[in-house]
């Protein structure tokens, strides 16, 4: 039987409450008693919106992603270069930009780390995810090479994966080390990587 949220808008302020602890302590680290913390809700009036604690996680990963996807995607198309369509997802993500994502770092690598091996639904969210971020790098890539900013032999994929796994990379670093070192470092050869593909 398909499970029916007593109301869509209680439902999507549980989500709202509980995208910043869920994206930092994960599903596992995250008990019923932090969820009713958050909310200010009791655990009937949670699972009377979600059949369970995974679904609320779940929707707690798509609103999460949505805000990042959002953020990227329109920083991009603010720009009317290609090159600088490429630079600006990198650019949002290095700590000086501010940038307002989820506190507690980048959703789709919090998510994979925990849900690989344990939650398979989570990770597929997480991969679909992904792979819509790969798809809208590639596209750029590629309207850059038909606007001949970019070389027409540029690899558009592995350009694309490139970019984004020095974006999680740096994100791995600077969460683990707290060392700017490495973030700047990245990024500049991300910038390396969109130099040799202009013209």
């Given at each position: ?29 995250t ?17 009377g ?19 990042k ?36 770092g ?46 027409a ?19 791995l ?11 700047n ?15």
């Open positions: 039987m398909k499970f029916i949220p007593r109301s869509e808008s209680t439902r999507q302020r549980i989500v709202e409450l509980t995208a910043e602890l869920i994206n930092k302590k994960g599903l596992l680290g008990s019923v008693s932090d969820l009713e913390k958050a909310t200010g809700m009791t655990r009937g009036s949670i699972y919106n979600f059949p369970n604690k995974d679904a609320v996680a779940l929707a707690v990963f798509d609103y999460n992603w949505e805000r996807r959002k953020l990227l995607f329109d920083g991009a198309d603010s720009h009317s270069s290609y090159k600088s369509k490429l630079l600006s997802q990198v650019l949002l993500h290095h700590p000086s930009a501010r940038t307002p994502f989820t506190p507690g980048c959703p789709l690598l919090n998510t994979v780390s925990e849900a690989d091996d344990t939650n398979d639904h989570l990770r597929s969210k997480a991969a679909a995810a992904l792979i819509s971020w790969t798809k809208n790098l590639t596209e750029i890539v590629e309207k850059g090479i038909e606007a001949n900013e970019f070389k032999n540029t690899d558009c994929l592995a350009t694309a994966l490139q970019i984004i796994s020095i974006i999680e990379g740096a994100s670093f600077f969460r683990s080390t707290q060392d700017m070192k490495y973030v470092s990245l990024v500049e050869a991300a910038k390396r990587i969109v130099d040799n593909i202009c013209v």
